[in-house]
């Protein structure tokens, strides 16, 4: 399997599937925010986890994926996806925002992308969540989790591989905190940079819990 990070909370995750090839992309985003997203990006699935200018540029995606932005239970060729509703802590309107968080099972392991959560996870979150590989995390602050939130939820899952997404980055014009404001915040951690995760199920840690700092 392949992560690759396209900056905000949008990923790119290669997976097989016997002999297909299983394109996954996580919301894109638009050119307003200022990052220019990828013109190329091709995939099979494609999952929105909330509304607004960081996710919901569908159109950029090319192949006819199918879409999930909604709670349920998805399949297209042997990969399952799980949308669970999280609604996030801030609101408009008097009314809570709208949030997805995924759950995505492929190759024989569990990834779990958070969307744009801005608070701890619930019992009933935590559950559908269980024996989590590799967690896709916001860790910026401002509209999503802070850093020291984040530290709080990666000790409720207890993952094996974090990535950290929603952080600042050149260009980008939300005053996001850094990877390294989170470090400071989870205290003494394992981290590896890189600009593609490949791995296998054999290659995930079993003891210490890794931290994949992903470029663009």
């Given at each position: 399997?392949?992560?690759?990070?396209n900056g905000?909370?949008?990923?790119?995750?290669?997976?097989?599937?016997?002999?297909?090839?299983?394109?996954?992309?996580?919301?894109?985003?638009?050119?307003?925010?200022?990052?220019?997203?990828?013109?190329?990006?091709?995939?099979?699935?494609?999952?929105?986890?909330?509304?607004?200018?960081?996710?919901?540029?569908?159109?950029?995606?090319?192949?006819?994926?199918?879409?999930?932005?909604?709670?349920?239970?998805?399949?297209?060729?042997?990969?399952?996806?799980?949308?669970i509703q999280?609604?996030?802590?801030?609101?408009?309107?008097?009314?809570?925002?709208?949030?997805?968080?995924?759950?995505?099972?492929?190759?024989?392991?569990?990834?779990?992308?958070?969307?744009?959560?801005?608070?701890?996870?619930?019992?009933?979150?935590?559950?559908?969540?269980?024996?989590?590989?590799?967690?896709?995390?916001?860790?910026?602050?401002?509209?999503?989790?802070?850093?020291?939130?984040?530290?709080?939820?990666?000790?409720?899952?207890?993952?094996?591989?974090?990535?950290?997404?929603?952080?600042?980055?050149?260009?980008?014009?939300?005053p996001f905190?850094?990877?390294?404001?989170?470090?400071?915040?989870?205290?003494?951690?394992?981290?590896?940079?890189?600009?593609?995760?490949?791995?296998?199920?054999?290659?995930?840690?079993?003891?210490?819990?890794?931290?994949?700092?992903?470029?663009?």
């Amino acid at each position: 399997m392949n992560i690759i990070w396209n900056g905000i909370s949008s990923f790119e995750i290669e997976t097989k599937t016997g002999t297909d090839d299983v394109r996954i992309v996580t919301d894109p985003y638009q050119n307003a925010t200022g990052l220019r997203f990828p013109r190329t990006l091709q995939a099979e699935m494609l999952l929105q986890s909330h509304e607004g200018d960081d996710a919901n540029n569908r159109e950029a995606v090319l192949g006819n994926p199918y879409v999930i932005d909604l709670p349920g239970e998805f399949e297209v060729k042997d990969v399952f996806v799980f949308g669970i509703q999280a609604p996030l802590k801030r609101e408009e309107k008097g009314k809570h925002v709208k949030n997805l968080i995924f759950r995505i099972e492929a190759e024989g392991m569990r990834l779990a992308h958070l969307g744009a959560l801005d608070r701890e996870l619930t019992d009933e979150e935590l559950q559908q969540l269980e024996n989590v590989d590799v967690l896709m995390i916001p860790v910026g602050g401002g509209r999503v989790m802070s850093a020291s939130v984040a530290a709080e939820v990666i000790s409720q899952i207890e993952p094996r591989v974090v990535i950290p997404m929603s952080h600042a980055v050149e260009g980008l014009k939300e005053p996001f905190g850094s990877v390294e404001d989170f470090c400071k915040s989870f205290g003494a951690c394992r981290r590896e940079e890189m600009n593609k995760y490949k791995f296998t199920r054999k290659d995930l840690p079993e003891e210490e819990m890794l931290i994949v700092k992903l470029t663009r």
